[in-house]
């Protein structure tokens, strides 16, 4: 019998249809593989058998008898645990701390602080976690966080455990360690749901995968013998290109030379700490890194809105240290931030208000304080056609309507359409559908087939595998290696994103050959 | 192009429901009095709007609220709160006052003139101390333009009591200004007079700036995100100066018609909360001049003709007051749904109690 049912679900929300007459059969004892696009519905899936949220119709059996979440902790009264993508914390906390919080064991109105870290301790050896109690949660890495947030379901008694984008925080070495550990539960009786778009975990560790698409249910196949072709097929619905093609290219001069840059955040830290870099003509360059080490302070000061402290940014020899976005993007800097709908669009206005921002001021645009509206809507409707952006027949339809791939070409069709010199894209894939990822990265390898410099932070490291001709990799605010991406692999570029850098490097040696 | 009509009615429909509310509870509290809502609102309508000299003194109740209520909605188009509009509709009204007596012997055309850009200076110079806090040190712009108010009404009436008050009067208000800085009156038997051309001058400008101009993009740039707007390069702190500067003149203006076209002197704490009521009428327009000169015009017939109404009726005038005091409170419902979704949650709890 399954011990997960899910029949018929829906969830709406308003007029959406997030999940749409889904089923779904998760087997007692089995690692189950939900895969799906960003936005497919998977994280609203599964906050329905957690109950976060509750089904507009349809029907969860867990073991056979029919639930009515109200809340998390009857879902954990009833054996099923998450773990979500962003921990849920206290970092000054010890590990035991953690786990037990709310649950206090508690002898008049003092707690036993002796007795919950034996308890603590007692589930860790059981599971054979690599854990210490004791320890603070501000000072493990962030795989061991992930850790605590696994004994926390599991200290509980949980049989179910659901875990979502669990590596999206993780290197590549945490990420492996972590498949380990499910499949090491997995033999101990439990059933694992993993939500995940990463074809090569789910192939590693998944008994079973469930694909879901548009919020609806597209099919359940073993993991034994279907290939991640089929699998993204599914997700996808239509054949993708994983490969793209790179031409070999000349590099040219350097466009963009970084010098020592430091920066400190408003309580005085320190967060960008001696920062080299630099970037060619016709050259990609990545940034590679787990999240959180500094990428996004570097992308701040490299687009005007971080104030360095010292150091120097040279773009064709000329200093601009301390220029405003305006005065960037009119020395031909195009800039893709991180948030795509904090900085990068503006949610409730329509496309073509989106599409212009930034450049509205240029002579193209406006004429003496006056907006041209013709040449805006002539120039909005040419950049959907050449980006691809669909569903955009209307442009003056609100951007925060558009599907999170059509988003993020609105804003890499503005940052392109003036031809940049130098194009700088922070997370450019983060949340995008695999259709746009493909086409996304054909406009930036375009941009270097003409010879234009390009910067690319991204915290997938496939991403920037495919891309990049040189990678740097940040650690804790620092630039701890520089490697050609012909001559290195994802492990080793992995070892340094966990801060490993084998030999004694040094920052300032390893500058241009 | 359809789905923006759809919006537009929506809106106009969401501007309508506090109004009609409104006067539905005013409709009950009329019947309490033992009167009947028909005869007291058509007698409103009447006296507001049935003969040319009624629509006329409709328009002279509406003119300074035109003003402030546009004053306003430039302020929070863009997400800046300006509460000031009251104090520096005071500061614009006294500057305007002591150029038209002061001047002499200036042709009537100039003085005026003179009298309109010097009473928008200061009301600009006023606005420009809250929004430089802001742009620069990020200080609150909703707490220091409210407490500015208090500064702006005392140091006025402080003005009019002592330094300038006219000799012999037994209020606080200064001497009279001279005919040639006087808006002349537009009709005989009415008191509407040229302020109401440079108000409706103003809401033609400020539709102009809103709708059609590059500042007026930004300005709706950084009303819906702050954070977007300074990442394209809208320079967000030099723009809140201009964004509150215009607002400030806006505000001066509206005192300046006051005393050259009503009042023809200062007099101390004359405005029956013109700002206040022109910040309900920001809310009520939706931040748009076109909803805000309606907005204006519908406060207007009732400033208009709650006399008319009490006069045939019998009910008293304050229920206007009332009536306005409910728009409020209901637009604040309106407001609280945007922000926190209060309907929707109000029905989930509804329907999880029927499911219960």
């Known amino acids: 019998m399954s011990t997960i049912k899910v029949v018929n679900l829906t969830k709406k929300f308003g007029d959406f249809v997030a999940i749409d007459g889904m089923n779904l059969e998760v087997n007692k004892g089995e690692i189950h593989a939900i895969c799906g696009e960003n936005g497919a519905g998977k994280s609203t899936l599964m906050n329905m058998l957690f109950g976060l949220l509750k089904p507009s119709s349809g029907q969860i059996f867990i073991n056979g008898i029919e639930m009515h979440f109200q809340?998390?902790?009857?879902?954990?009264?009833?054996?099923?645990?998450?773990?979500?993508?962003?921990?849920?914390?206290?970092?000054?906390f010890t590990v035991y701390e953690n786990v037990l919080l709310g649950e206090e064991i508690v002898k008049g109105f003092k707690i036993q602080r002796n007795t919950e870290y034996k308890e603590v301790q007692k589930t860790i050896d059981h599971y054979k976690f690599d854990l210490d109690a004791n320890a603070k949660v501000q000072d493990i890495s962030v795989g061991a966080q992930q850790r605590v947030e696994i004994i926390k379901m599991l200290h509980r008694n949980v049989d179910i455990l659901i875990l979502d984008?669990?590596?999206?925080?993780?290197?590549?070495?945490?990420?492996?360690?972590?498949?380990?550990?499910?499949?090491?539960?997995?033999?101990?009786?439990?059933?694992?749901?993993?939500?995940?778009?990463?074809?090569d975990e789910v192939k590693k560790c998944a008994d079973r995968i469930t694909v879901i698409r548009r919020g609806k249910y597209i099919g359940t196949v073993n993991n034994e013998g279907v290939t991640q072709q089929e699998i993204a097929r599914m997700m996808?619905?239509?054949?993708?290109?994983?490969?793209?093609?790179?031409?070999?290219?000349?590099?040219?001069?350097?466009?963009?030379?970084?010098?020592?840059?430091?920066?400190?955040?408003?309580?005085?830290?320190?967060?960008?700490?001696?920062?080299?870099?630099?970037?060619?003509?016709?050259?990609?360059?990545?940034?590679?890194?787990?999240?959180?080490?500094?990428?996004?302070?570097?992308?701040?000061?490299?687009?005007?809105?971080?104030?360095?402290?010292?150091?120097?940014?040279?773009?064709?020899?000329?200093?601009?240290?301390?220029?405003?976005?305006?005065?960037?993007?009119?020395?031909?800097?195009?800039?893709?931030?991180?948030?795509?709908?904090?900085?990068?669009?503006?949610?409730?206005?329509?496309?073509?208000?989106?599409?212009?921002?930034?450049?509205?001021?240029?002579?193209?645009?406006?004429?003496?304080?006056?907006?041209?509206?013709?040449?805006?809507?002539?120039?909005?409707?040419?950049?959907?056609?050449?980006?691809?952006?669909?569903?955009?027949?209307?442009?003056?339809?609100?951007?925060?309507?558009?599907?999170?791939?059509?988003?993020?070409?609105?804003?890499?069709?503005?940052?392109?359409?003036?031809?940049?010199?130098?194009?700088?894209?922070?997370?450019?894939?983060?949340?995008?559908?695999?259709?746009?990822?493909?086409?996304?990265?054909?406009?930036?390898?375009?941009?270097?087939?003409?010879?234009?410099?390009?910067?690319?932070?991204?915290?997938?490291?496939?991403?920037i595998m495919t891309l990049s001709d040189r990678i740097y990799v940040m650690y804790k605010g620092r630039i701890i290696g520089e490697r050609v991406t012909k001559e290195t692999t994802k492990e080793e570029i992995g070892v340094l994103m966990a801060g490993i850098t084998g030999e004694e490097e040094k920052p300032h040696e390893e500058k241009e050959e | 192009m359809k789905r923006r009509k759809n919006n537009w009615l929506k809106s106009i429909f969401s501007s309508l429901i506090p109004v009609l509310l409104a006067f539905a509870v005013g409709s009950i509290l009329i019947m309490i009095g033992g009167y009947s809502p028909i005869e007291a609102y058509s007698s409103l309508f009447i006296g507001a709007l049935s003969n040319q000299n009624a629509i006329m003194n409709t328009l002279f109740a509406s003119t300074p609220l035109i003003l402030t209520g546009l004053a306003t909605a430039i302020a929070f188009k863009a997400n800046i709160y300006n509460m000031g509009v009251e104090g520096q509709l005071y500061l614009g009204a006294f500057a305007a006052a002591y150029l038209g007596f002061t001047l002499q012997g200036m042709p009537p055309f100039l003085h005026v003139a003179i009298c309109l850009v010097g009473g928008a200076f200061v009301g600009m110079m006023f606005a420009l101390?809250?929004?430089?806090?802001?742009a620069f040190w990020n200080v609150n712009e909703m707490v220091v333009t409210l407490m500015l108010n208090y500064a702006a009404i005392l140091f006025t009436t402080y003005l009019a009591s002592f330094p300038f008050k006219a000799p012999g009067a037994s209020n606080a208000t200064t001497v009279d200004i001279m005919p040639s800085a006087e808006l002349p009156r537009l009709f005989t038997g009415s008191q509407l007079n040229g302020g109401f051309i440079v108000a409706i001058g103003v809401f033609v400008l400020v539709w102009i700036l809103m709708k059609k101009m590059k500042l007026?993009?930004?300005?709706?740039?950084?009303?819906?995100?702050?954070?977007?707007?300074?990442?394209?390069?809208?320079?967000?702190?030099?723009?809140?100066?201009?964004?509150?500067?215009?607002?400030?003149?806006?505000?001066?203006?509206?005192?300046?018609?006051?005393?050259?076209?009503?009042?023809?002197?200062?007099?101390?704490?004359?405005?029956?909360?013109?700002?206040?009521?022109?910040?309900?009428?920001?809310?009520?327009?939706?931040?748009?001049?076109?909803?805000?000169?309606?907005?204006?015009?519908?406060?207007?017939?009732?400033?208009?003709?709650?006399?008319?109404?009490?006069?045939?009726?019998?009910?008293?005038?304050?229920?206007?007051?009332?009536?306005?005091?409910?728009?409020?409170?209901?637009?604040?419902?309106?407001?609280?749904?945007?922000?926190?979704?209060?309907?929707?949650?109000?029905?989930?709890?509804?329907?999880?109690?029927?499911v219960a």
């Open chain 2, 216 to 354: 007026g993009y930004e300005m709706n740039s950084i009303g819906r995100n702050n954070e977007f707007s300074e990442y394209v390069g809208m320079g967000v702190a030099k723009k809140i100066i201009l964004i509150m500067s215009i607002s400030g003149i806006v505000a001066g203006l509206a005192g300046v018609g006051e005393v050259l076209g009503t009042h023809r002197r200062f007099v101390a704490e004359f405005s029956p909360d013109y700002g206040w009521t022109g910040l309900t009428i920001a809310l009520l327009g939706k931040h748009n001049p076109v909803g805000v000169l309606a907005g204006a015009l519908l406060f207007g017939i009732l400033k208009n003709g709650g006399s008319s109404m009490e006069l045939m009726v019998g009910v008293p005038r304050s229920l206007i007051d009332v009536i306005q005091g409910l728009i409020i409170l209901f637009l604040a419902v309106d407001f609280l749904n945007n922000q926190i979704g209060l309907t929707t949650k109000l029905k989930e709890r509804f329907n999880r109690r029927k």
């Open chain 1, 71 to 92: 809340s998390p902790k009857e879902a954990i009264a009833q054996g099923i645990g998450m773990v979500h993508q962003h921990f849920k914390l206290v970092p000054s």
């Open chain 1, 236 to 463: 996808v619905g239509r054949d993708v290109n994983l490969d793209l093609q790179k031409v070999e290219i000349e590099r040219g001069k350097p466009i963009l030379t970084i010098e020592n840059v430091n920066a400190y955040n408003d309580i005085g830290a320190q967060i960008l700490h001696d920062i080299s870099m630099n970037v060619h003509e016709g050259e990609i360059v990545g940034i590679a890194g787990v999240e959180g080490n500094g990428q996004s302070y570097l992308m701040n000061a490299l687009s005007g809105m971080l104030k360095i402290h010292s150091g120097e940014i040279l773009y064709q020899n000329e200093s601009i240290k301390g220029l405003n976005p305006r005065q960037l993007r009119d020395k031909g800097i195009g800039l893709v931030p991180e948030d795509r709908y904090l900085h990068g669009l503006n949610k409730t206005m329509s496309i073509k208000e989106n599409i212009i921002a930034g450049y509205h001021w240029r002579p193209l645009f406006s004429k003496l304080g006056f907006l041209l509206n013709k040449e805006q809507d002539k120039h909005a409707s040419k950049l959907a056609k050449q980006f691809d952006i669909r569903n955009s027949e209307n442009m003056d339809i609100e951007v925060g309507s558009l599907s999170g791939g059509n988003a993020q070409k609105v804003v890499i069709a503005r940052e392109m359409s003036m031809d940049p010199l130098l194009l700088i894209l922070s997370q450019p894939t983060r949340g995008v559908d695999i259709g746009s990822i493909e086409f996304i990265h054909q406009q930036v390898l375009n941009s270097r087939k003409k010879k234009k410099a390009v910067i690319v932070i991204s915290s997938e490291l496939s991403e």
């Open chain 2, 129 to 134: 101390v809250p929004a430089i806090l802001k």
């Open chain 1, 165 to 199: 984008e669990p590596s999206a925080v993780l290197t590549p070495q945490e990420t492996d360690e972590l498949l380990d550990n499910l499949i090491a539960l997995k033999k101990l009786g439990k059933t694992i749901i993993i939500i995940t778009h990463k074809l």
